[in-house]
Structure formats: C-alpha cells, structure tokens
C-alpha cells in the first residue's frame, strides 16, 4: 500500500523560507506522477509542482517554489522562500501512477489516488 507522509511544515515570518519533505514508501511504479499541492481555508486545493517518474526536472514549479528528490530515500523535498502571509496553507504530497508526463500534467487533484495527511505552514508577523 502506497503511503505518504509530510513533514518540516512551522510557524514562520514573512520572508522566511522552509523545506518540507514527503517520504513515499510502499511500491511506487516507474510511471508514476508525484506533486505537491496546498490548501488555504476556504479555498481550493492548488497545484504547486509536479513530477513524472523519479527522474528528470519537474515538470511545473509555480513561482517562488523549488523542488528536490532523492531517488533512494524516495523522499521529495519542496522549497519555499519569501514566505508571505498568504503561503498560510496545509502542504500535501501526492502520488498516482500515470502513464505520461502530458496526463500528469493534466491530472486534476480529485485524480490522485495517495494522499499524505498535510503539514500546516503559517506565515504570520
């Protein structure tokens, strides 16, 4: 069974910078798409950057955002600097397997199968 689990979420003020991580186990095809999301409340979920298959670039980074892997400890990193007020979210990794990187990219979040159970970010002076 596929599980996900995040952590390195904090407290923090503008203009800080944190790294979450997200470490996969349990089996994980090649073909599999892996992003990175956040929530605010009373908003929807949004995309953040995403990944096909354990190797390569990610295929989106949105703005101030930056992403690692490491293969072997099947762990993705996500890098957030210039912390503002409005980053206040709960951070969750996903997975799902997909079969190119055009449907990842395409995948809505309703689409992903594994989910992680979210670590809160609060940005506040």
């Known amino acids: 069974q596929v599980r996900l689990e995040e952590s390195g979420g904090a407290s923090v003020q503008p203009g800080g910078s944190l790294t979450l991580s997200c470490v996969v186990s349990?089996?994980?095809?090649?073909?599999?798409?892996m992003a990175w999301f956040r929530q605010a409340p009373g908003k929807e979920r949004e995309r953040l950057m995403h990944?096909?298959?354990?190797?390569g670039s990610p295929l989106y980074v949105k703005g101030r955002f930056s992403g690692s892997r490491d293969r072997a400890r099947k762990t993705l990193y996500l890098q957030i600097s210039g912390l503002q007020i409005e980053d206040t979210a709960m951070y969750y990794c996903?997975?799902?397997?997909?079969?190119?990187?055009?449907?990842?990219?395409?995948?809505?979040?309703?689409?992903?199968?594994?989910w992680g159970q979210g670590t809160q970010v609060t940005v506040s002076a």
């Open positions: 996903a997975s799902d397997a997909t079969a190119s990187y055009d449907a990842c990219g395409e995948k809505p979040a309703a689409a992903f199968a594994h």
């Open positions: 349990g089996p994980t095809p090649n073909n599999v798409c």
């Open positions: 990944y096909h298959t354990w190797y």
